[in-house]
């Protein structure tokens, strides 16, 4: 079993900066990847980021390209995802995943079904 606490969601104006952390704990070794996703009302939970543990592969939504960053610290069991330049449609409720299964070659993980582990969520919030 693996738990997942977020932290660093908060309030910040267009054009700022924010970096969430999301701490794995448990069978940590058991990790394959590591991915972020976010929730405005009333729309469907969207797919932001993810990561291999191995680090080796990364993949972003297109809205988020050259703005957002994800990366991980094993040692840590950490994974991050710094966002600059934040507009006021990245507002959102941000979770963390964790996918227990092994990767496959060709895959996106993309997908919520993608993922096994979930953690609570974290709220940002961006004003203009």
């Known amino acids: 079993q693996v738990q997942l606490v977020e932290s660093g969601g908060g309030l910040v104006q267009a054009g700022g900066s924010l970096r969430l952390s999301c701490a794995a704990s448990?069978?940590?070794?058991?990790?394959?990847?590591m991915g972020w996703f976010r929730q405005a009302p009333g729309k469907e939970r969207e797919f932001v980021a993810t990561?291999?543990?191995?680090?080796?592969?990364?993949r972003y939504a297109d809205s988020v390209k050259g703005r957002f960053t994800i990366s991980r610290d094993n040692a840590k069991n950490t994974v991050y995802l710094q966002m600059n330049s934040l507009k006021p449609e990245d507002t959102g409720v941000y979770y963390c995943a964790a996918r227990r299964r092994p990767l496959f070659s060709g895959g996106a993980y993309t997908s919520t079904y993608d993922y096994d582990y979930w953690g609570q969520g974290t709220q940002v919030a961006v004003s203009s």
């Open positions: 990561i291999s543990w191995s680090g080796r592969y990364t």
């Open positions: 448990g069978r940590t070794s058991s990790i394959e990847a």
